[in-house]
């Protein structure tokens, strides 16, 4: 059996792409380039997940024109690795407005933190770029929306950096959830659980202090209210606070319920409960370090977990997970494999896992050519992370939340004044441009 998979592990991931929707779009992208059929990109946010991104697609024989941060270092990094990999030097932007005018981008890779996927995905939509985004698509309820309606306006091709959805063994075990074979489904678990010195250390705490001189520490704020820089705010550590990201809620959150929502085919909750707090780690972060949140739809109900005490996940899952709890038996599934558990020795389980790599960035650049829909494309993926920010809300409100489907938007308003997950506003010059649908 593998060992957990984890960031570390990203650059070693590569597989076959699941089985969306293949209807074709308005042009092909293929009839408007050279004979080699390159797709040139632009990346916007050179830490380590845009730099490995773009790895991806150097492999894939693509081309890196622009690299862009407001961190100096970073984006020299970017350029030497593109250079190291034999391939042309790019230019170096610390605007990714700069970047999105080069006629020369097809489409970029945003990997910012997620406080900044809305202006510049929206930004790179209305520049005629498509884009690989890294997941959750935003910082906040509102954005998702406004995302998606600017990616139908200007009908871009969108791949989300699930790239689970594109790995054999989720799909197969998909598959098997569908088949029928685990009979009634009313009890579905994901979860993130990380040991006491796991590999999520504490932040600390830290005093503010001026920024590094590569680092534009204003430009890096951009939306987010203003805040004194400190070093544990920052980079890596910015997911771990409210103003930047959406703590483990959205950073994982959004790829294990993402893999529940599929098995079970329903993004439409009744309503969402959450409780939870800082109970472990005593450092600056203001997210959760223990969760429960409760997801009650129709007929079923999910729970997403989140620990720091301990690394066993629930049923004796590993640290990760998304768990369906059917009449005839439990299936678990996770970045190593899945596991099926019977209720009686009779009733037949999956076939065993297919272990293949994930080739979610051949996806996208296939679907680039073809104005394909990507294995997770905008829409489906808009919805997981609203589900996400959902959880967030109910936790910031310490309200029951409850949805309303036809609006796809939460039912009892007064819930959610002051949660920044739901909306916040821009600190200026930003705005959010809301296209209609």
């Not at 074709?24 to 997940?49: D, E, H, T, W, Y």
């Not at 932007?93 to 910012?112: G, N, P, S, W």
């Not at 074979?181 to 005093?207: D, H, Q, T, Y």
């Amino acid at each position: 059996m593998n060992r957990t998979f984890t960031r570390r592990d990203f650059l070693t991931t590569a597989g076959a792409a699941l089985g969306a929707g293949l209807a074709l779009g308005p042009r092909a992208l293929a009839q408007s380039k050279g004979a080699n059929n390159k797709v040139v990109f632009g990346l916007i946010g050179c830490g380590g997940m845009g730099r490995a991104n773009m790895h991806r697609f150097l492999d894939l024989g693509m081309e890196v024109a622009a690299v862009c941060d407001v961190d100096a270092k970073h984006a020299q990094q970017a350029a030497a690795e593109v250079v190291k990999e034999g391939r042309r030097e790019p230019k170096i932007h610390k605007d990714f407005r700069a970047l999105l005018e080069q006629k020369d981008v097809d489409a970029v890779i945003i990997a910012t933190p997620d406080h900044w996927h809305a202006l510049t995905f929206i930004a790179a939509c209305e520049a005629g770029k498509d884009s690989y985004c890294e997941k959750p698509i935003s910082h906040s309820f509102v954005e998702a929306k406004a995302m998606v309606a600017a990616a139908r306006r200007f009908k871009r091709v969108v791949q989300v950096g699930t790239w689970q959805r594109s790995v054999p063994h989720f799909q197969k075990a998909l598959e098997f959830v569908h088949s029928g074979k685990m009979g009634e489904i009313n009890m579905c678990r994901a979860w993130f659980v990380n040991p006491m010195g796991g590999w999520l250390k504490s932040i600390g705490r830290r005093p503010p202090s001026d920024p590094p001189p590569e680092l534009d520490w204003d430009f890096w704020l951009g939306p987010a209210p203003k805040k004194p820089y400190a070093d544990n705010r920052c980079h890596w550590n910015w997911r771990w606070f409210f103003d930047y990201g959406g703590g483990l809620m959205t950073d994982w959150g959004v790829h294990m319920i993402d893999i529940v929502l599929l098995g079970q085919r329903e993004s439409d909750p009744i309503s969402v409960a959450s409780v939870g707090g800082k109970f472990v780690l005593d450092d600056d972060r203001d997210t959760p370090d223990t969760m429960q949140t409760i997801y009650r739809f129709p007929k079923w109900v999910m729970n997403w977990e989140v620990r720091f005490n301990n690394g066993r996940g629930p049923d004796g899952g590993i640290n990760h997970g998304a768990e369906f709890i059917g009449t005839k038996g439990t299936l678990i599934v996770d970045r190593q494999d899945y596991k099926w558990f019977p209720e009686k020795p009779i009733f037949e389980g999956p076939p065993e896992p297919v272990k293949a790599e994930s080739t979610h960035w051949q996806n996208f650049l296939d679907c680039v050519r073809t104005r394909a829909t990507p294995a997770s494309d905008i829409e489906s993926m808009a919805k997981t992370t609203m589900i996400c920010h959902l959880g967030n809300i109910a936790y910031q409100s310490g309200r029951t939340i409850f949805w309303d489907a036809k609006r796809q938007d939460i039912a009892n308003r007064e819930a959610i004044r002051g949660c920044v997950s739901y909306e916040r506003p821009y600190r200026k010059p930003w705005k959010l441009k809301v296209y209609s649908a």
